[in-house]
């Protein structure tokens, strides 16, 4: 985990940067915001920010946001009141930490943001194949490439290949080639020298360079459009990589790492994606399996995201009962681990009794897993028991759903809200209208009807709002 400390490093900044770096952190430092931007520019990256609650934040996000950097910030600060506080968070960060420092918050706020923490959690036999697998080819410096349908675990997989690899002490660098429009995802990855394009104000190193010496995760790598896919191979083959508007090829050390929920070979069939890139990429193939194929996990997954969450909300770590327990295991986990760690999640906060027991686990829609135990306990909890229970179910309606899920519904009503206008719908949306097709062909083949594209009348009444 990467730190970097913005402000003046007084005694208790001081301290707490000492907590930090015992828990493993690198921390580099510089006093002004407008420093921050440009270390972060320059490819020195940091997985958070810790910044002085005298810094004006909301400036150094908007500064970082203007370039796509996207890093979480979190406020500290001596002598910070309520105000002060309320201030930081308002303008963006994600927690304050007062000073004089608690060496548990430190911890707590380091290992909230450091996903490199999160273990790899397998029992069953068909996982252990696979990781067995990974342990083989994690030293060497093999492209690989991790297959499997969303949710199964292939950051965390990725994460635990760099983790065993020798680059281990270097930077992990990802970049989701499915978030970013492809006109930006050229100078993410590629970086650009000042001029290159309108709004290129500065120099600005990229992801492959960031990640020098280390491993570049290239998540959803089927979404790269060909003309991108053209030099990404030329940068994994020759190990040189050109920024967008530079004159001379800069030399990279990376180890590549790419994901797919799509099959690749069927995209080179269809003509999205090349085929010697699918080479180079595949050099070892990682499929991760189905939840519902390796039910042995299920119950290790289970308790461990207990005790993670029980620890999280600061409440005491419930054993899951055996019904529970055979609940979890026979249902089908269509959204895999994800869906799991979700309903894990809500299991601790609602659980009631001495154990989490089935009516504990619920589906982001509010069902149990189980038809059995139906929440008719609720109608007998009196007008506070409803009201909260209706209150419950409206947040429910939101927290615990994937962002897939979120996601899925958030496009689907854009599109009809547009009379299924592509165009329009991914304006709105602020995604490119590949990426809104190929969402829109993954929904259709999940068996989701789409909003067919009607005539003009949809496209004028959108111009003219
Ligand atoms: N083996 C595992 N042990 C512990 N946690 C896991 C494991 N596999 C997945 N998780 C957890 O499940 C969630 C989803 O995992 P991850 O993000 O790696 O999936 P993914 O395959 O990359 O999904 P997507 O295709 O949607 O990007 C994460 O919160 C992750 O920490
Ligand atoms: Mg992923």
Redesign the pocket.
Known sequence: MRLLVVGRLSGQLATAVKMAMAHGAKVSHVERGDQATEQLRRGQGADLLMVDYRVDIAALIAANENERIHVPVVACGVDADATDAANAIRAGAKEFIPLPPEADLIAAVLSAVA?DE?????ADPS?KAVLQLADQVARSEASIL?T???????????RYLHAGSKRSERPFISVNCAAIPDNLLESELFGHEKGAFTGAMARRIGKFEEADGGTLLL??ISEMDVRLQAKLLRAIQERVIDRVGGTRPVSVDIRIIA?S?RDLAKSVAEGSFREDLLYRLNVVNLR?PALRERPG?IAV?AD??VKKYAAANGVPVKPISADAKRALVSHRWNG???E??NAMHRAVLLAVGPEIDVDAIRLPDGQPLSAGAHGAAVHDAGPAGRAAHVADAVTRAHVGQ?V?QMEKTLILDTLSHCLGNRTHAANILGISIRTLRNKLNEYADDGTSIPAPQSGVAASGYAAA
């Open positions: 996903d999160r273990p790899m959690i397998s996982m991790i499997g349908e969303s949710g199964v675990g292939k950051e965390v997989m990725a998540d959803e994901t929920n991760l996990d997954l461990h995201f895999n681990v994800r799991l760690e994937t897939a």
